[in-house]
């Protein structure tokens, strides 16, 4: 079992900057598939960005303005959202794959993921 804990998120004007954590229990956390997904109003959720162990993947409508990182030693992944826009406005959710296979080849599929934060919102105002 993973639990996920998300901090960060609120109300930005664009051109902002906004720094998402995300905290996971559990003693795998070097192989875990870690990512970002978001879900606007009225929208599925979509892919943002992840990693395994190797360079992160993007979403194309985010790659130049966030960044993801992960901290092995302290269980925690961190999305750094910068220059932010209105279409970035969502819920943001971090999810974790405990036994990734062929990550990287299905990565921005929520199918992948077995444990997903709470959701934290992001609001981005013009």
């Known amino acids: 079992q993973v639990q996920l804990v998300e901090f960060g998120g609120g109300l930005v004007q664009a051109g902002g900057s906004l720094r998402l954590s995300c905290t996971a229990s559990g003693r795998a956390f070097t192989n875990y598939g870690m990512g970002w997904f978001r879900q606007a109003p009225g929208k599925d959720r979509e892919f943002v960005a992840g990693s395994t162990w190797s360079s992160p993947f993007y979403a194309d409508s985010v790659k130049g303005r966030f960044t993801f990182s992960r901290d092995n030693a302290k269980n925690t992944v961190w999305l750094q959202m910068n220059d932010l826009k209105p279409e970035d406005t969502a819920v943001y959710y971090c999810?974790?794959?405990?036994?990734?296979?062929?990550?990287?080849?299905?990565?921005?599929?929520?199918?992948?993921?077995?444990?997903w934060g709470q959701g934290t919102q992001v609001t981005v105002s013009s």
């Open positions: 999810a974790c794959d405990s036994a990734p296979t062929y990550w990287e080849l299905r990565y921005w599929s929520q199918d992948v993921y077995d444990y």
